[in-house]
């Protein structure tokens, strides 16, 4: 049992070492994947004899090894999901607050218009995309009852650690989510999602993961009407009731609120 118990402390120990790494700029599986120079070569010499001309080389190695297509499970589902929503809906205007662009803004600049606020730069250029830099926890008067729909998906959680540019606060995911019942009009739809787990706590600088409940104790002025989650297998569960999630075992899966805004 001892030998077991070693081998699961290093294992986790190397994925320690592993995301360190990567988060540093160096990819262990990029290196590694210099194995396969090999197979490049024997490629490039295959396809001279049979007649092929080189104008020039950019070499990838080690994607004959990959799925058809990788897929980060929080994301791929939260982003169609709640798109596919707001198409249901059909508000009247929808703005979005941090979100991934290359994956739930571009979904719905597919079928709509969506003004996109963030604190990073970004110079998109589309015709149903128009983005705005600005800071969620310095939000301008003007915003106020701004838009009848509103997200902001896997953003809330890093608010306050200073990942993004952001000001160091505690509780910036708790103003945050203030100010988004801010912009959203009486009786106007917010969807809100970030990690859950059984137990809140602080991952710095990367992220914050919430219990299930928590969300309920930073406003009085929400009603929740839909719970949709992707547990840690990938999976996403919808129209869940939030008590029946405090007896399932959650390290890191994702929570997607569907919220009415009372004011």
């Avoid at 077991?4 to 402390?9: D, E, F, P, Q, T």
């Amino acid at each position: 049992m001892n030998i077991y118990i070693k081998l699961i402390m290093e294992i986790n120990l190397f994925k320690k070492i592993y995301n360190f790494l990567n988060h540093i700029g160096i990819n262990l599986i990029k290196i590694f994947n210099l194995i396969y120079i090999f197979k490049f070569l024997k490629d490039l010499s295959s396809f001279k004899k049979k007649g092929g001309k080189v104008s020039n080389f950019n070499i990838i190695l080690g994607h004959h090894k990959l799925l058809s297509g990788k897929i980060d499970k929080h994301y791929f589902h939260q982003d169609i999901h709640v798109a596919s929503l707001i198409y249901n809906s059909n508000p009247n205007k929808h703005v979005d607050i941090g979100s991934r662009i290359d994956g739930f803004v571009s979904n719905l600049a597919s079928f709509r218009k969506v003004e996109v606020l963030d604190i990073r730069e970004n110079k998109i250029f589309h015709k149903n995309i128009d983005f705005k830099k600005m800071d969620l926890n310095s939000l301008p008067r003007e915003y106020y009852n701004y838009s009848d729909s509103v997200s902001c998906l896997h953003t809330l959680e890093h608010l306050g650690l200073g990942r993004y540019g952001d000001n160091i606060n505690p509780d910036g995911h708790i103003e945050g989510f203030k100010n988004l019942i801010n912009i959203t009009k009486p009786n106007g739809t917010l969807y809100v999602s970030f990690p859950i787990s059984n137990m809140s706590r602080v991952e710095f600088n990367a992220h914050r993961v919430f219990e299930v409940n928590e969300i309920l104790k930073w406003s009085s002025k929400i009603k929740i009407f839909k719970f949709d989650y992707i547990n840690d297998y990938g999976n996403l569960r919808e129209d869940i009731k939030l008590e029946k999630l405090i007896s399932e075992k959650i390290k890191y899966g994702c929570g997607i609120y569907s919220i009415k805004v009372i004011k």
